[in-house]
């Protein structure tokens, strides 16, 4: 099964009002310019569809593209149409598909889809949808103009069409369908950020020239986004879920993180995430990406728990330790099994005189509720009842290791006191800790260097709190 996602613009109309189209339909032809001036012109958004207002305009442009243009079954109905139609003669196995139509946050845009729609369903039975809600086939502030005049509104509705063509793809992908995006409709805007979106999620991306007939297929490239990015800015990312409606001002991140505008400079300067407009900091459209694959990857736990990143700075806190403590009586254990083999540790140490259980996160991103979890009921849980039934008791040291080039945030040490610490009145009778490893800034590249004393810097101590 193939299901072509399709963005949806105006050419069903402008085609239509075309001079040649004009001189092909002769007297045939009944004039729309007017009632879509009126439209394009005075409605701001989706909504807007059903003001009385646009109510004549709306039924003559349907009545006339239905029984005029669509009828003529030309093959320059629009870009939408053409596109899908060329695609399935060009392409194998094309008698089983679904054609998903996607609406920008205009009158107009939702017009043509609904007729197209019923132009694709009538030639191919069932072949078509289109649902004119925002979230679902509408893209909410997918607009050039906005009737409040916000200039971010534009930016605001390309995260939210990221958002909702991700989750689209993600729910394709689980149904086994292939996927295509059809980018030849919509504003040519968006064009480029769908093109990066087809090759992230690894999925075909089609487009037609305006006079061409052959449909271009995106070819795949062996294009990967650097996915350590989003544990290097977690923080913001974070400012921009909570602060949907609006950026956050470099004075607040500035206040929020201890740093200068000259850090914030660097930020921008070295993802190409975020760009400065006035006194806020944005999202470019490739941020746009990474923001939605965050919320997939943090919001709904799709992360893999152990990444090949942070498996490498378990490695060298292991290897800390062995070179360390070199004795025979010494256990040291990586992904150390525990309460009947349903918890891991990721780094078990124990000697004489100590036992210390270590977890190793991002430092710029500690998920607490995952860490709780551990002390609450998970592995932490579970060592601390085998020290408790032990007659003779060692030091036991509770450590969470948090890995960044840069020194953890005051906020990050926060969280750790009221989300942690706060919460965990049972571990009072033993040490916990957060720790900074400060890892080398190129330390995704570079495995050439070595965990030390002097690179674990002790920033919380329950006993000390």
């Known amino acids: 099964m193939k299901i072509i996602f399709?963005?949806?613009?105006?050419?069903?109309?402008?085609?239509?009002?075309?001079?040649?189209?004009?001189?092909?339909?002769?007297?045939?032809?009944?004039?729309?310019?007017?009632?879509?001036?009126?439209?394009?012109?005075?409605?701001?958004?989706?909504?807007?569809?059903?003001d009385e207002k646009f109510e004549t305009g709306?039924?003559?442009?349907?009545?006339?593209?239905?029984?005029?243009?669509?009828?003529?079954?030309?093959?320059?109905?629009?870009?939408?149409?053409?596109?899908?139609?060329?695609?399935?003669?060009?392409s194998k196995n094309n008698d089983d598909f679904i054609v998903e139509l996607i609406a920008t946050d205009t009158v107009l845009s939702r017009l043509a889809s609904e007729l197209i729609r019923v132009y694709l369903n009538n030639k191919y039975p069932n072949s078509c949808n289109f649902d004119p809600v925002y979230?679902?086939?509408?893209?909410?502030?997918?607009?050039?103009?906005?009737?409040?005049?916000?200039?971010?509104?534009?930016?605001?509705?390309?995260?939210?069409?990221?958002?909702?063509?991700?989750?689209?793809i993600e729910d394709a992908k689980k149904k086994e369908y292939e996927v295509v995006l059809n980018i030849s409709g919509g504003y040519k805007g968006i064009i480029p950020i769908l093109t990066l979106l087809g090759q992230k999620e690894d999925v075909s991306v089609i487009y037609q020239y305006i006079d061409g007939d052959e449909v271009l297929e995106v070819s795949r490239i062996p294009l990967n986004f650097d996915w350590t990015i989003i544990e290097e800015n977690y923080t913001l990312f974070e400012i921009f879920l909570k602060q949907q409606s609006k950026y956050p001002d470099i004075s607040e991140i500035k206040n929020m993180f201890h740093i200068e505008e000259s850090d914030i400079n660097e930020w921008i300067e070295k993802y190409q995430i975020f760009k400065k407009v006035n006194n806020s900091i944005e999202l470019?459209?490739?941020?746009?990406?990474?923001?939605?694959?965050?919320?997939?990857?943090?919001?709904?736990?799709?992360?893999?728990?152990?990444?090949?990143?942070?498996?490498?700075?378990?490695?060298?806190?292991?290897?800390?330790?062995?070179?360390?403590y070199n004795s025979p009586n010494i256990i040291i254990?990586?992904?150390?099994?525990?309460?009947?083999?349903?918890?891991?540790?990721?780094?078990?140490?124990?000697?004489?005189?100590?036992?210390?259980?270590?977890?190793?996160?991002?430092?710029?991103h500690i998920p607490w509720d995952v860490i709780l979890k551990k002390f609450m009921?998970?592995?932490?849980?579970?060592?601390?009842?085998?020290?408790?039934?032990?007659?003779?008791?060692?030091?036991?040291?509770?450590?969470?290791?948090?890995?960044?080039?840069?020194?953890?945030?005051?906020?990050?040490?926060?969280?750790?006191?009221?989300?942690?610490?706060?919460?965990?009145?049972?571990?009072?009778?033993v040490?916990?800790?957060?720790?900074?490893?400060?890892?080398?800034?190129?330390?995704?590249?570079?495995?050439?260097?070595?965990?030390?004393?002097?690179?674990?810097?002790?920033?919380?101590?329950?006993?000390?709190?």
């Open 333 to 364: 254990e990586n992904g150390k099994k525990i309460g009947q083999g349903k918890f891991e540790i990721d780094i078990y140490f124990e000697n004489n005189e100590q036992i210390r259980v270590i977890e190793v996160k991002p430092g710029n």
């Open 377 to 429: 009921i998970g592995a932490f849980h579970n060592q601390l009842q085998e020290w408790k039934n032990k007659t003779e008791r060692k030091k036991l040291t509770f450590e969470i290791v948090a890995y960044h080039y840069r020194p953890l945030y005051d906020t990050i040490k926060d969280d750790f006191k009221k989300k942690i610490l706060n919460k965990i009145t049972e571990f009072d009778s």
């Open 284 to 324: 470019t459209s490739i941020g746009s990406i990474y923001l939605s694959d965050y919320q997939k990857i943090y919001n709904e736990t799709q992360w893999g728990r152990q990444n090949i990143l942070g498996a490498l700075i378990e490695l060298k806190i292991y290897e800390y330790y062995c070179s360390k």
């Open 135 to 168: 979230g679902k086939n509408v893209i909410e502030g997918l607009v050039v103009k906005s009737k409040d005049k916000d200039k971010d509104f534009f930016q605001k509705g390309i995260m939210n069409l990221v958002k909702n063509l991700n989750e689209k």
């Open 58 to 90: 709306i039924s003559r442009i349907k009545k006339v593209i239905t029984q005029i243009w669509l009828s003529t079954k030309r093959n320059d109905l629009c870009a939408e149409i053409q596109t899908i139609e060329n695609y399935l003669k060009e």
């Open 431 to 465: 040490e916990v800790l957060l720790t900074w490893l400060k890892v080398p800034q190129n330390y995704k590249k570079n495995v050439e260097w070595k965990v030390n004393q002097e690179n674990l810097i002790q920033m919380v101590n329950n006993n000390s709190v």
């Open 6 to 50: 399709t963005t949806v613009g105006t050419s069903l109309f402008t085609n239509y009002m075309k001079r040649q189209t004009k001189i092909d339909l002769g007297e045939d032809y009944t004039p729309i310019e007017s009632q879509y001036e009126d439209i394009e012109n005075n409605s701001f958004s989706v909504a807007d569809f059903d």
